[in-house]
């Protein structure tokens, strides 16, 4: 699916996903993103990350449903009830017939498809036309199977971007602030930390800092990892497209230094 993401709106969705599903063991987590067509939401397992691609899986099905009853691309609260049935019966026809693992599902354009990782392919594309003919013929069906042992639909599309987690942490932290009255209008002093392997890559860090109108607070090795860390600050504005421009900005230049990103800090302003 070539979908090209332009801009993050939102991290903090209501995990919607059916009953069978979140029966698993799995960590769901959402985001909301801006695609070349509208926005678009995904729920993906955060816990997969970590093993993926899992051996002994190496197709990827993605199946699911076109439907009509949506807002902006998204289905209605009345419709969601239809899809959680659409997909509680497609869980149980795949795991009827092959070892599976659920990575995710993606909402975009009146279509939720979710995505599933097997270990054959076997009579499913059959049984899976049977099961939307028979049960859900009033929906336009979408299946499609295909080798991916590199788990690229999960890693590359399903699991967020290093953007997209930005997004994530700054959000967190605003939210925090806005519980505590802060209303995000007001610029302030905001203070972030990096850390490095070696004094020259901080150093080369501090060029780049400096001509962007950052201040060092600290600088120096760490007794206890035997890093070197890096403390600076600038007053600047808070909201999220703002405060998420600029940690996005640090963090590729720190890349460039060889350095680590290590996030940020402010106090509350009301």
């Known amino acids: 699916m070539n979908i090209s993401i332009r801009l993050i709106l939102s991290i903090t969705l ?15 987590g959402a985001y909301k993103a ?30 699911g449903v076109k439907f009509k009853d949506c807002a902006n691309g998204i289905p209605t609260e009345n419709e969601l009830s239809h899809l959680y049935t659409i997909s509680d019966s497609v869980y ?11 990575a995710g599902t993606f909402t975009y354009q009146c279509e939720r498809l979710e995505y599933y990782y097997v270990a054959d392919t076997t009579q499913i594309r059959d049984r899976l036309i049977s099961l939307f003919k028979k049960h859900f013929n009033s ?11 590199d788990w690229d639909a999960y890693l590359k ?39 490095f392997t070696s004094e020259s890559d901080m150093e080369c860090f501090i ?20 890093l070197f860390k890096l403390q600076i600050f600038r007053t600047d504005k808070v909201d999220l497209p703002s405060i998420s421009k600029i940690t996005t900005e640090l963090r590729k230049e720190a890349k460039k230094c060889n350095g680590v990103y290590d996030g940020w800090k402010t106090t509350v302003v009301k």
């Open 34 to 63: 801006q695609y070349d067509q509208g926005a678009g939401s995904t729920i993906f397992d955060k816990g997969l990350k970590q093993t993926a691609p899992v051996s002994g899986f190496p197709f990827v099905l993605i199946t």
């Open 14 to 28: 209501p995990i919607l996903i059916s009953p069978s599903l979140k029966a698993q063991k799995a960590n769901f």
């Open 139 to 149: 929906y336009e069906p979408y299946i499609n199977i295909k080798l991916d042992k």
């Open 207 to 226: 060029s780049y800092t400096a001509k962007q109108g950052f201040k060092t607070v600290t600088k120096g090795r760490d007794t206890k990892s035997e």
């Open 92 to 102: 149980a026809t795949v795991t009827t017939l092959v070892k599976n693992i659920m």
């Open 157 to 195: 599309f399903l699991y967020p971007n290093e953007e997209t987690l930005e997004y994530t942490q700054n959000e967190k932290i605003l939210m925090t602030l806005e519980k505590q009255g802060d209303k995000l209008d007001k610029a302030r002093r905001v203070d972030h930390w990096i850390g």
